[in-house]
């Protein structure tokens, strides 16, 4: 199973991180959730999906045998958590 966390969609609600424990962390500079393959592989299958799905912005996939598995369709991001990335964003040009 691979994990991948698309950087451009993490927020950095922590959701992941509060449901698998060690396997998920934030960064404290970027306020961004990280995890290690090292780490995944030997976590519980259902404790990574439960992570993945309990992020609001669809930013964890996985994979197995190069094939994704979850999430099937990555739907667009929510318009209220754009709008708080375009605030980020301006705030980061200032």
């Not at 999906?49 to 667009?76: D, H, K, L, M, W």
């Amino acid at each position: 199973m691979r994990v991948t966390i698309d950087p451009a969609r993490c927020v950095g609600y922590g959701r992941c991180a509060s449901i698998a424990t060690g396997v998920f962390m934030i960064d404290a500079d970027t306020a961004k959730a990280y995890t290690d393959d090292d780490v995944v592989g030997d976590a519980p299958a259902a404790i990574v999906f439960a992570a993945a799905r309990a992020c609001p912005t669809q930013a964890i996939s996985i994979e197995q045998f190069g094939n994704r598995i979850y999430p099937r369709v990555i739907e667009p991001m929510p318009a209220d958590i754009q709008q708080q990335l375009q605030l980020l964003e301006r705030a980061d040009e200032t």
